[in-house]
């Protein structure tokens, strides 16, 4: 069974730019939630998304969004790009909300210059 | 205050040593998780826990509610345990991370 993958796996944008970013969740799992990870933060948790509805969400600023389709695959996006952006964004596919076991992709990589 | 607090930031053991990690909590929080990311940043997830104690092979998992405490233990420790751990705590409306401890185990 494959796991969660996201795409791309690095990214360099460059200050005021936008981005997008990519995560598609286990087979048959509902429910996708986003974090970043920077070494002066630790891990923070963005949003999550259940049902192609947003359920939850952290303490991020609006430039941050994202959406979720039928098929469950999910999309983030941040608009004007900041240097403190830069970040490892991780997202984590589970079969329900938040209550279960998370599966976790790898990562994007984003480097903002 | 964090939320979500853990000790040791960092701990440097001995292959075959029992390990303990801490994790501490704010009211608000309904479930613990606790993550292992090892270097490259790839993250597992551990255990998902709201009472009592969970075990998988060498680690276990612990969770106090009154005390709002939770531990993670690991027996026999390997050098392929070193790893960053990381405690979640499951709010209402969101997770909270603690900022997680360091841990080397030396052959």
């Known amino acids: 069974k494959a796991g969660v993958t996201q795409t791309p796996r690095y990214l360099i944008k460059t200050r005021g730019q936008q981005v997008t970013l990519s995560c598609s969740p286990i087979s048959g799992h509902r429910s996708v939630s986003w974090y970043q990870q920077t070494p002066g933060q630790g891990l923070q948790f963005l949003f999550e998304?259940?049902?192609?509805?947003?359920?939850n969400k952290g303490n991020f600023p609006g430039r941050f969004s994202g959406r979720q389709f039928s098929n469950s695959r999910s999309e983030m996006n941040v608009s004007t790009l900041e240097l403190g952006d830069s970040a490892l964004y991780l997202c984590?596919?589970?079969?329900?909300?938040?209550?279960?076991?998370?599966?976790f992709g790898s990562g994007t990589r984003l480097t903002v210059v | 205050k964090n939320e979500v607090e853990q000790s040791p930031q960092n701990l440097t053991a001995q292959e075959g040593e029992f390990i303990t990690i801490n994790c501490s909590y704010s009211v608000g929080i309904s479930a613990l998780h606790w993550l292992q990311q090892h270097p490259g940043g790839g993250i597992v997830s551990l255990f998902m826990?709201?009472?009592g104690k969970k075990k998988h092979g060498r680690l276990i998992a612990t969770i106090n509610i009154q005390e709002k405490h939770s531990s993670l233990h690991i027996t026999a420790s390997h050098p392929r345990d070193s790893a960053v751990y990381i405690c979640g705590g499951q709010g209402a409306q969101k997770l909270v991370f603690g900022q997680g401890t360091r841990l080397t185990i030396n052959p």
């Open positions: 826990l709201s009472s």
């Open positions: 998304y259940f049902s192609e509805t947003q359920r």
């Open positions: 984590a596919s589970s079969a329900e909300l938040s209550n279960y076991g998370y599966t």
